[in-house]
C-alpha cells in the first residue's frame, strides 16, 4: 500500500465543507464535422464500456491508528458513480456552463470512494462540449494532474479513445507495515525534516528582522500582506471565471524586456486586481502578496504526488506604470529564486508546511478577521501541451484550471498553456467576489495596456538608434535594418491594438491605450525604454 506524505496528508486534515481541497480542470471541445449520430452520447457510452478501473483511480483511503493515511484497492468502484452526464439547459452559453462548475466545484469528494469525479457536459452552443474532471489535492498536484488527466487525449485525430481510468501506470507500492513499522519509517522522515534545520532557522531569522523593520529579506515575512476585500477565509459557494491570453504574444513581451513568461502573467495578475480594486475605490498603500506554488518533483517522476513548495512573492506598488511593474516583479522573483536556492527541499517543505499550518489555525480560531493575511492571492502557471489534443475526434480547444482556494484567501488565479494560449482560471469565494467575470476581464486589459507600453516603449529605443545612425553616412545597410525592425514594431502594435481579447461572460475588450504612432512622434515621446530582442 502506498503511504501518503505529510504533506498530502495536509490537504486531508485541513479540508472542511466551506474550503474542499480538490483542483479541477475544464476541458472545452468542438464536435467533429459531418458526425453521424448524437456524438457526446457516443462518447460517454464508449468511457462507460471501459469499466475495468486501473491504479491510481481505484485507490480510497484507508487511515491507520497512528493517523497516517495510505492508499488502498477499492475492489467495488461504481463507475457510474465517478462518471456522469449532463446536459446544460438552453442556449448553453459560457455562463451557464461556469454556473455549474461553480456547484460541482464547492461539493467535497466522498471519501468512502476514490478521490476523483468526471462530468461529461453536452448543450454547449456552436456544436460544442465540455468535460469537469475534479480530483482531490492528496492525490495529486498541479504537474501530475496534468500528467493523468491528459493521458486520454492523442494528437492525432483519428486514435482510438481510452479512458484516464483505464490505463496502467507504474506506483510504488508497499506493504501494510505494523504500528512499530510505521512509527519507525514517520522518525527515520522526521529525522530528514530535522537536517533541514539550520537553513530554515536562518530564513525564519531573516523574516523575523525583516518584520522588525531590521533587515530586507529576499521574500516577504508571512502575514504582512495587506488587507483586501478577499483577504478572508472563503465560504462554500463559489464563483468561477475564465480568460484566455495569446502565449506567442506573451512570450514576445518575455523576449522584449529580459523577463520569463511566468514573471510577465503574474504582472498581468497584479495589474488586473489592482484595478479591479480601484474600480471599487479600494487603493493600497503596500504591494499585493502573491502566493506561488514552486514545483520539487524531479523530472520524470510520475509517480509520486504533491512535490511542491508555496513561496511568497511581493508585486509592485500601486501607481507603478505596467513597465515598470513588470521591472519589479521580475526583480521580486529574481530574488525569491536566489533565496530558495539556499534551502533543501526539505527546508522548503517544512516551510510550506508551517506558514500554510498557521494559515488554517488563523482560519479556525477566525483571526483572519483581525491579523493580517499570509498572502493576497495564489497565482500558478502550469506548463501543457503545444499541439492541439483530440478526444474521439473531437478537438479540446481550450483547457481551463479550476482550483483550490488557500486557507485565510478568497481568490486563485491558475494558467494553463495549451496549444498557443495561456489559459486562465479564477476561483473566488462567492461572497467575497461575487462579481470574478470583471477581474477576468480586467485580466485581458491588463495583458493589452501591458503589450502596447513595451511595444511603444521597445519601439521609442530603435527609432532613437536610427536617430543617431543619422549622423553616419556609412551606415546605410544597418539604417535598412533598424528601420525594418521598427517598421515591424509598428505593425505589430497596430495589430495589437486591432485584436480584440473576449472573456467569459464579457463583451470583446479594446485596448486602453494607443501604440500605433508615427515612428518620429514615439521618438518624441519620455517613455521609459527596454532593450529590443529584435
Same mark, same amino acid.
Given at each position: ?47 462507460? &464500456? ?5 491504479? @491510481?483511480?481505484?485507490? +480510497? /483511503?484507508?487511515?491507520? !491508528?497512528?493517523? %497516517? ?121 522526521? &529525522? ?5 534545520? @539550520?537553513?530554515?532557522? +536562518? /530564513?525564519?531569522?531573516? !523574516?523575523?528582522? %525583516? ?324
Amino acid at each position: 500500500m502506498q503511504a501518503l506524505t505529510l504533506v498530502d496528508m495536509g490537504f486531508l486534515y485541513t479540508e472542511t465543507v466551506a474550503s474542499p481541497k480538490h483542483v479541477a480542470g475544464l476541458q472545452i471541445f468542438t464536435i467533429p464535422d459531418n458526425y453521424e449520430g448524437n456524438f457526446t452520447r457516443d462518447l460517454f457510452d464508449c468511457l462507460m &464500456s471501459q469499466d475495468e478501473v486501473k491504479q @491510481p483511480f481505484n485507490l +480510497k /483511503l484507508k487511515k491507520q !491508528l497512528t493517523g %497516517q493515511f495510505y492508499w488502498k484497492k477499492d475492489d467495488y468502484i461504481d463507475l457510474s458513480y465517478h462518471v456522469r452526464f449532463a446536459m446544460l439547459p438552453q442556449p448553453g452559453n459560457e455562463s451557464q456552463l461556469l454556473h455549474f462548475v461553480e456547484h460541482q466545484h464547492e461539493t467535497l469528494l466522498d471519501r468512502n470512494r476514490p478521490l476523483w469525479e468526471m462530468v461529461l457536459i453536452d448543450g454547449l452552443e456552436d456544436n460544442k462540449f465540455a468535460i469537469y474532471l475534479k480530483a482531490h489535492h492528496a492525490f495529486t498536484d498541479g504537474a501530475k494532474a496534468n500528467q493523468l488527466l491528459m493521458s486520454y487525449l492523442s494528437n492525432q485525430t483519428d486514435a482510438p479513445m481510452t479512458a484516464f481510468w483505464n490505463i496502467e501506470r507504474e506506483q510504488k507500492e508497499k506493504e501494510l507495515d505494523s504500528m512499530l513499522t510505521s512509527i519507525t519509517k514517520t522518525s527515520k522522515k522526521l &529525522s530528514g525534516q530535522v537536517k533541514s534545520i @539550520p537553513s530554515l532557522a +536562518k /530564513l525564519t531569522t531573516k !523574516l523575523l528582522f %525583516q518584520a522588525a523593520n531590521v533587515y530586507k529579506a529576499d521574500m516577504p515575512t508571512p502575514f504582512m500582506a495587506p488587507k483586501t476585500p478577499f483577504s478572508i477565509s472563503p465560504k462554500r459557494a463559489r464563483r468561477a471565471a475564465i480568460s484566455a491570453l495569446p502565449l506567442t504574444r506573451v512570450k514576445r513581451i518575455g523576449k522584449m524586456t529580459g523577463a520569463t513568461i511566468n514573471d510577465v502573467v503574474v504582472t498581468i495578475c497584479d495589474m488586473a486586481i489592482h484595478n479591479y480594486l480601484a474600480n471599487k475605490n479600494f487603493n493600497l498603500k503596500k504591494p499585493l502578496v502573491a502566493q506561488m506554488p514552486m514545483s520539487l518533483r524531479d523530472a520524470g517522476d510520475t509517480v509520486t504526488n504533491n512535490q511542491v513548495a508555496i513561496s511568497l512573492v511581493e508585486l509592485a506598488y500601486r501607481g507603478e506604470s505596467p513597465l515598470e511593474r513588470l521591472m519589479t516583479i521580475k526583480d521580486s522573483c529574481i530574488k525569491l529564486k536566489n533565496e530558495t536556492r539556499l534551502l533543501t527541499k526539505e527546508a522548503l517543505t517544512s516551510y510550506t508546511m508551517a506558514s500554510q499550518g498557521l494559515a488554517v489555525v488563523s482560519e479556525l480560531f477566525n483571526l483572519d478577521t483581525v491579523l493580517p493575511p499570509m498572502g493576497n492571492v495564489l497565482i500558478s502557471n502550469v506548463p501543457g501541451p503545444r499541439e492541439p489534443l483530440y478526444m474521439m475526434g473531437a478537438k479540446m480547444d481550450q483547457c481551463f484550471p479550476i482550483s483550490v482556494l488557500p486557507p485565510g484567501m478568497s481568490l486563485n488565479i491558475t494558467l494553463y498553456s495549451y496549444n498557443g494560449l495561456i489559459n486562465v482560471g479564477l476561483v473566488s469565494c462567492r461572497s467575497a467576489l461575487p462579481d470574478l467575470s470583471n477581474l477576468a476581464e480586467y485580466v485581458s486589459n491588463a495583458f493589452i495596456e501591458l503589450e502596447n507600453e513595451v511595444l511603444a516603449s521597445a519601439t521609442t529605443s530603435v527609432t532613437e538608434q536610427i536617430a543617431r545612425l543619422v549622423l553616419s553616412n556609412d551606415n546605410s545597410g544597418i539604417k535598412q535594418e533598424s528601420l525594418a525592425i521598427i517598421e515591424q514594431l509598428l505593425a505589430d502594435a497596430q495589430k495589437a491594438e486591432d485584436v480584440q481579447v473576449t472573456t467569459a461572460n464579457t463583451a470583446p475588450v479594446q485596448p486602453t491605450t494607443n501604440s500605433s504612432v508615427s515612428a518620429s512622434k514615439v521618438a518624441e515621446k519620455k517613455t521609459k525604454t527596454v532593450p529590443a530582442s529584435a
